[in-house]
C-alpha cells in the first residue's frame, strides 16, 4: 500500500503491519500511474524485499493499494464507534453510556469521509468497540480503505470465536486494553459486571496465542490503587508494554464526579499544556458522525455526514486561531485538571 501521510509518503505492508518505507513522492507518482498488468519497478522488488522480506511474483494489481492524496491534510482520527458498554465504571469520563449511532450505510459514509480527509491511522473506541453488531464489517471495510487500524478496548471479547477471527484474517495496528485489577474482587468492583475479571484474562491469553499487538493500559483509581504494583506485575507477566494511568477527565458533558475517584496518593504532576495538533492534523468523531478537534474539546463541532469535507477546515481554523492564546488552549498544569 502506497499513502500520502502529511508532507511525505509512505509504502507499507499491509494495514496492519507496524512497519513502513519512506518513499520519495516521484515513486508515489509512479505506483499511482500504474495500471493492473504492469510489473513492480525494480525499486519496488527491492523494497519489499528489504523492509519485509517478501517477494513481489503475481501482478502488481492484485496486490498494491494507492491511497489518493487528500488536500485536507489530516493524518490521523478517533471514532466513537458506540458508546455503549458492557461495564459500568464509575470514572468513566463517558458519562451516560448509550447503544446509539449510525447505521451500516452511516458507518460506510463516515470512513469514507475519513479516508478522503486523508486519515491513515484510525483508532476504534467505543464505549466497548468489539461490542457493537456492526464493528467487524466496519473494522474490515476500514481495512479495505487502507487505513491503519488502532483498536481501544476492555478485552471482554477478545476471547470470542469472531472476533479472534477477525484479527487473524485482518490484523490490528495496535490493540489497546485497559486493565482495572489485578484480582475478580477489584475488577469487578471497578467494572461493575460480575465474572468481568475472567474474562479480562481469557481476552488475554487469546491475543497472546494469537501473536496480536496489545498494549494494556493500567487505570489507577481510588478502588484499585492498592493493586497497582500486581497490575504492572500482571503486564509483565503476559509479557505486553504497558503504561499507568493516574489522572482522571471530567465527563464529556462536564460533569466532574470522575475526579472523585483518583487516588490521589497515585496522581502525577502534568506538564503545561503549550498546544498540540488537534484539529488540525487529527480529529476525533462520536457516534452520530460529529467531529471534534480531539475526545475532551467536543465543542465546536461538525457534521460529516450532513455537512461532508468541507465542514472539516473550520475544525482547522480554530486551531489556527488560537495561535499562542493560551486562554483558548486546554489548562492544566500540576496536578490539576
Known amino acids: ?45 527491492d523494497a519489499a524485499r528489504q523492509a519485509w522480506g517478501l517477494t513481489l511474483d503475481r501482478p502488481l494489481a492484485a496486490d498494491l493499494l494507492v491511497r489518493e492524496r487528500s488536500r485536507y491534510g489530516y493524518a490521523k482520527a478517533s471514532w466513537e464507534i458506540n458508546l455503549g458498554c458492557d461495564y459500568d465504571c464509575a470514572f468513566c469520563y463517558l458519562g451516560e453510556k448509550r447503544f446509539e449511532g449510525l447505521d451500516w450505510e452511516g458507518k460506510q459514509q463516515l470512513l469514507r469521509t475519513m479516508r478522503d480527509a486523508g486519515v491513515l491511522w484510525l483508532q476504534i473506541t467505543g464505549g466497548e468497540a468489539l461490542i457493537d453488531r456492526e464493528f467487524g464489517a466496519a473494522y474490515e471495510y476500514a481495512h479495505q480503505l487502507g487505513m491503519m487500524v488502532q483498536v481501544s478496548s476492555n478485552g471482554s471479547s477478545l476471547r470470542k470465536a469472531p472476533i479472534r477471527e477477525l484479527f487473524a484474517r485482518h490484523r490490528p495496528y495496535r490493540l489497546t486494553l485497559s486493565v482495572y485489577g489485578a484480582t475478580a474482587e477489584t475488577y469487578e468492583k471497578v467494572t461493575r459486571n460480575r465474572g468481568s475479571f475472567g474474562r479480562f484474562l481469557e481476552g488475554l491469553d487469546a491475543a497472546r496465542a494469537d501473536g496480536l499487538p496489545v498494549r494494556l493500559n493500567v487505570i489507577v483509581s481510588d478502588y484499585n490503587a492498592h493493586e497497582v504494583d500486581d497490575m504492572v506485575a500482571l503486564c509483565e507477566r503476559y509479557g505486553f508494554p ?21 487516588a490521589e496518593t497515585h496522581m502525577t504532576p502534568r506538564s503545561v499544556f503549550t498546544g498540540c495538533n488537534a484539529g488540525h492534523t487529527f480529529f476525533h468523531v462520536n457516534p452520530h458522525g460529529i467531529a471534534s478537534i480531539c475526545k475532551v474539546g467536543r465543542d465546536p463541532s461538525v457534521n460529516l455526514i450532513t455537512e461532508g469535507l468541507d465542514a472539516l477546515p473550520r475544525l482547522a481554523k480554530l486551531y489556527q486561531e488560537a495561535g499562542d492564546r493560551r486562554e483558548l488552549y486546554c489548562q492544566h498544569g500540576g496536578y490539576g485538571s
Not at 8 to 29: K, T
Not at 242 to 262: R, W, Y
Open 1 to 45: 500500500m502506497a499513502s500520502p501521510f502529511l508532507s511525505d509518503y509512505l509504502l507499507l505492508l499491509h494495514p496492519g503491519h507496524p512497519s513502513g518505507v519512506r518513499i520519495p513522492e516521484a515513486r508515489y507518482n509512479e505506483l499511482r500511474a500504474l495500471t493492473g498488468l504492469d510489473a513492480a519497478p525494480v525499486w519496488l522488488h
Open 242 to 262: 504497558h503504561q499507568v494511568f493516574t489522572n482522571m477527565s471530567p465527563t464529556i458533558d462536564g460533569e466532574a464526579n470522575p475526579l472523585a475517584s483518583q
